[in-house]
């Protein structure tokens, strides 16, 4: 997968810069250009933010402005805040993130603007569209996390993570049906000799409730057999005695 | 729409306390809880970094610990790195937004661990499901950014921003077939006129190609005029003295 260039252009902080880099590293790109940084550069708190993803603000290329940094590229998406006053196409980070997947045999872009006034006109004059993030009322989003945002989107867009799902350690497995049943039985049959399931007539009603309950904690096998040793332990020596006991 | 509760447990850093309270205003929540903070409270740095979100930070509750945090909420995700070794339900950020929104008439969070080492196992044990950010190889995310990602999850869920569209400036609007037509007319006259469209059996793929280009541009009515205007212009007086002069 061809992932987008991250183009951040006159740069102002470290600190964006290697907050972007491990924006970019959480989410699988890996090419950085700063136009005209107007940090010293190379930059050790760009490497300090960074974290393990310092080979990212290593290799980051610098060019003296935006259109040379810009002039290999075929697709480039410029991320700015509303209103800009021009007639431009203005999609979502999600929108982007489906046709950077779908332009990916080409060489493609997202491109920041710096942290105290974004893209100015003619920088976004220079793109082929302009992405806004959805915010609410307070619209103003950290350079460091608007690329993070950039960055997830495009990620998100070809993860195949299930949107749910039960993590096993590695003995747990799901009952078969006929374990899940063992395990009714011998909640049902001690519950029976305590005397809980009563009156007779309610007993089918209250009992269909227990296997609900059992149902919706989607158990382990293991935890069936957790179940079923903690009735036994709860009734051990409990029916002693009496003429009722399981055991006996 | 009732947003989820933010609440930090044992957070060690002001800037990060700040950096969540800014993605929280950016997406339209406002409660945050501080469960055993291990940084001064209040803290000029979280201030300082939640920018015009300092009320989230002035506002935020504070707790002796986690349980206390959560005693009156309903539904509590968990956020946390992959693999805990323990059976629970993960779900992605997109999955816990949808829920959110479901569940919107009961008391919900998300609960998020400290910088150093996220929630452990014992935190996790308290909430209904584990929410991991999908990510590629390098998995940590700072506090901040895991706070802005969900948050971002939370509000993209239920933003009705039109995927893409052109953003028009006040005078702007599309202009109908007729004008549209107008402007076909007026460049295929020109062209035909200065012996671009030549020879006369390409000419009819030659107008389709620039009748092509003209509909992807997706033109507003303003700028189908500009396009004729510059066509005048580049013509004026280019014919003067020949036969086939077009205002003659």
Known sequence: ???????????????????????????????????????????????????????????????????????????????????????????????AARRLHAQSGHRTALLFGNERAGLDNEEISLCDAAITIPTAGFASINLGQAVLISCYEWYRAMDTTPPAKIEHGPVHRRPSREELFRLFEHIEHDLTESGFLFPPNKRAVMVRGIRAMIHRARLTYQETQTLRGMLVALTKGKYRGEKNVKDA
Chains 1, 2 share one sequence.
């Open 1 to 95: 997968m061809n992932a987008p260039v991250i183009v951040l252009s006159h740069p102002q902080l470290g600190e964006n810069i290697g907050a972007a880099a491990r924006a970019m590293a959480n989410f699988g790109l890996s090419e950085l250009r700063l136009a005209n940084p107007q940090c010293p550069w190379p930059n050790e708190r760009a490497l300090a933010m960074a974290v393990t993803a310092k080979d990212i603000v290593e290799e980051a290329k610098v060019y003296p402005n935006l259109r040379s940094a810009l002039g290999d590229l075929e697709i480039v998406y410029a991320t700015t805040a509303r209103d800009r006053g021009t007639t431009k196409e203005v999609i979502t980070p999600a929108e």
